[in-house]
């Protein structure tokens, strides 16, 4: 069972944000044969999944009802999950491109993360897509889901763009980018190409721009009350054991108020190497090498809710680090 190539989609984004209407416009691109949705649906009634059958198109889909795919139903999506890789294998046909998970509104992507832990041997490439309604901002509605969706993902897709103005569209933008400068936004009125750039794959690497030296600009986003970004820049190489303990104990410390935190440090045993640590809320993926090459700065980038930078100066390390707020 070999699913190497397949892209796995966590689609996150409050309740009536435009994820069933993106994955409609993924699908009536001609994606369907390729694409496997799994929806889950809070309520008995599978609603999703019957406006998405319409638009199937040799699509193969699952339906998760009656819970929450991040709490109640983890090992319901695992099964899912299993088996429609192992039918496609028995059928003889070549893996998934991807499977798309289609989360409630209540879902947060660091929970589902954590029911995926137990497919890692399938070594699935995972992007987590969210919404992002430009008719109704989504964290003024529901800040603590919303933010934690927002955060976690690779790439916010505006939705219903179509219904507010130039400036409203234009201010959706400079929030998320706000929140989130290290995701990709897909700001696009086609609902076609809106859907292709969305589902895209993306390099989860930091990019330049974070790790560098410059801080984000007023201009360019607006700040949320709440969300904070900071960077903490090492000093001196910093030795493996005392990071990963370090990032530890400020996981600990900030518990569901750490959103986002990506990292580039060095190898175990005094290696040169640049290893990608990143996790969404307090879930760490698996350590990621990079080409040393590609970035000179070790840096560690963190998202956090309601939680001031002196805090996470106090988090108890051995790590030489300087401070700095990427929003001012």
Known sequence: MNATSTQFVILAGILGSGKTSLLEAL?????GASTAVIVNEVG??????????????????????NGCVCCSLTNDLVTTVEELVAVRAEAGQQPFERIVLECSGLSRPGAVMRSLEQLAELRFRLHIVATYDCSRPPLDRDFDDASAQLTAAHTV???KIDLVSPERRAQARSVVAGINPMARIVDEFSPSIRARE??????????PRIVGSERTHVGETLLHPRVRVFRARFTQKPNWEDVLEWLENIAGMTGDRLLRMKAIVTGPHGSDDRILLQSVGTTFAAPRRLEKTSFDDLAVVFIVRDCAMVELQQAEGACEVSWTAMQR
């Open 44 to 65: 008995a009634i599978n609603i999703d999944g019957v406006i998405l059958s319409e638009s199937a198109r040799g699509m193969t889909m699952a339906t998760l009802s």
């Open 157 to 159: 897709v505006l939705t």
């Open 27 to 31: 699908l009536d691109s001609g994606c």
């Open 198 to 207: 969305a589902f895209a794959e993306v390099d989860t690497s930091l990019s």
